[in-house]
Nanobody, 119 residues
Framework: VQLQASGGGLVQAGGSLRLSCVVS????????MGWFRQAPGKEREFVAR????????DYADSVKGRFTISRDVTENTVYLQMDSLKPEDTAVYYCAAGTGRFRDKYDYWGQGTQVTVSS
């Protein structure tokens, strides 16, 4: 099973980025696909998740209204559209597959993609 994340980069505050996570090796119907992030010196934290089968979504309060998670079941890809970015959104972003909201419920992880938001 492979989760390949991409789309990170450097953007000014207020800008947008879209992250992608291509899943290969199996399907995850009955699982959540999630995005987490880890800033330097901080623990990895939950950002958003989507139930693969139904598309129901859930967000951390810090990104609600600014980030949108979606999936394309035909392409086996999960997206994270990030708008109105803030410097505090700077982190390495990881996609993952799991069964809950917290990172210990996630069994499969991608390699991470760096997002840097300048002020």
């Amino acid at each position: 099973v492979q989760l390949q994340a991409s789309g990170g980069g450097l953007v000014q505050a207020g800008g947008s980025l879209r992250l992608s996570c291509v899943v290969s090796g199996r399907t995850f119907s009955g699982w959540y696909m999630g995005w987490f992030r880890q800033a330097p010196g901080k623990e990895r934290e939950f950002v958003a998740r989507i139930w693969w089968s139904s598309g129901i979504t859930d967000y951390a309060d810090s990104v609600k209204g600014r980030f949108t998670i979606s999936r394309d079941v035909t392409e086996n890809t999960v997206y994270l559209q990030m708008d109105s970015l803030k410097p505090e959104d700077t982190a390495v972003y990881y996609c993952a597959a799991g069964t809950g909201r917290f990172r210990d419920k996630y069994d499969y992880w991608g390699q991470g993609t760096q997002v840097t938001v300048s002020s």
